[in-house]
């Protein structure tokens, strides 16, 4: 990639969408640009503001049901994020960001509100909340190693035939319906029930994300402060011995 180019990330609405600090994720990957001597900036699209189409990545988070309808609300009368997935731009959608990229919601008082569609799932509430560390075996080979992440979400979603699993669930819940599987990929949009931010905790899924930005294959890079958090992180799990589906009210 010529190095005079800059990429931009947008952090969509992270203060409705910020409860769990998954803006994290965009500030994780700036930064692994920055390491390979990239230039990029991040770019906080505010509610009320109209989402640019051109940004190179995009992050939306996680928030409560409340939240995420008035995101979903008013991303439903905005074409940027339309556009941007239109063109092939990625996105990374974790939780009720997840969910509002669906194609409806109930929320967990029972209302249902309609999401915007591009990701090929619905959601409902669960009977129990779902809180804890989740670990996964990588669907479609974007990793070698496991996911990691942390969950805490009371909607449970199932996706249609359009959008495959993003991992298979090892230990914790996931998308919490039907398989035991974990999160939501199509086209362009990786979508995840997990926090962390899950970037932080997966540097694999931070370079397919940019991988994808940029068109081509970036350099390996490791970081040993993110080596260390990933085997403390799974090494935790291993230790409690969490089993698959174990949740927490
Ligand atoms: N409010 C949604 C739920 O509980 C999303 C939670 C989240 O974003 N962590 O399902």
Known sequence: MRGDRELTVAVVYPSLLGTYGDAGNA????????????????VAVEVGEPVPEHCDVYVLGGAE???????ADM???????RRAVAAG?????????????????????????????LLDLT?????????GEVTGRPVGGWSADLLSGFE?????SVLGSAARPLATVLSGVGNGAGEPVEGAVQGSIVATY????????NPALA????????????????????????AERLGAVRAHGRVRGRTTT
């Open 207 to 230: 370079d397919w994300l940019l991988e994808s930005a940029v068109g081509e294959a970036l350099e390996p890079l490791e970081v040993e402060s993110v080596t260390r958090l990933r």
């Open 65 to 71: 049901d409340g939240a995420g309808r008035t995101a």
């Open 152 to 156: 805490n979400h009371r909607g449970s």
């Open 123 to 131: 959601t409902a509430p669960r009977a129990a909340r779902a809180i």
């Open 89 to 117: 731009r990625p996105v990374l959608a974790v939780c009720a960001g997840l969910q509002i990229l669906g194609h409806e919601v109930r929320t967990h008082t029972g209302q249902d509100h309609a999401g915007l569609g």
């Open 75 to 81: 991303l439903a009368g905005d074409r940027g994020l």
């Open 27 to 42: 500030l994780v990957l700036q930064r692994r640009l920055q390491w390979r001597g990239l230039r990029a900036r991040l």
């Open 194 to 201: 997990l926090h962390g931010p899950v970037l932080a905790r």
